[in-house]
Nanobody, 121 residues
Framework: VQLQASGGGLVQAGGSTRLSCSGS????????IGWFRQAPGKEREGITY????????YYIDSVKGRFTISRDNAQKTAHLQMNSLRPEDTAVYFC???????????????WGHGTQVTVSS
């Protein structure tokens, strides 16, 4: 199983960037996909998830209205569009596969390697 995150880098505050996640070695369309992040000195936090067919999404309050998660099952990819970035968004971002049973998001089953996003003020 592989989850590969890409994108990110150095972005100015107020700017935008897009992260991508590609999956292999598992049945992509059977799994919800999510993004976690870990800022320096802080615990990892789940920031957004998307259901298997994309009809249900979740965002933590701090990214609502600024970040958008999407997926393309034909391409086995997911994306995180990040707008209006703030210095506090600086973190390593991880793509994950998790279970969504229609009422609950479960802990990630698989993790990809992280990609750094640094937002300069």
């Amino acid at each position: 199983v592989q989850l590969q995150a890409s994108g990110g880098g150095l972005v100015q505050a107020g700017g935008s960037t897009r992260l991508s996640c590609s999956g292999s070695g598992f049945t992509w369309e059977y799994w919800a996909i999510g993004w976690f992040r870990q800022a320096p000195g802080k615990e990892r936090e789940g920031i957004t998830y998307i259901s298997m067919n994309g009809d249900t999404t979740y965002y933590i309050d701090s990214v609502k209205g600024r970040f958008t998660i999407s997926r393309d099952n034909a391409q086995k990819t997911a994306h995180l569009q990040m707008n209006s970035l703030r210095p506090e968004d600086t973190a390593v971002y991880f793509c994950v596969a998790l279970v969504w049973d229609g009422s609950r998001w479960y802990d990630p089953h698989w993790w990809g390697h992280g990609t750094q996003v640094t937002v300069s003020s």
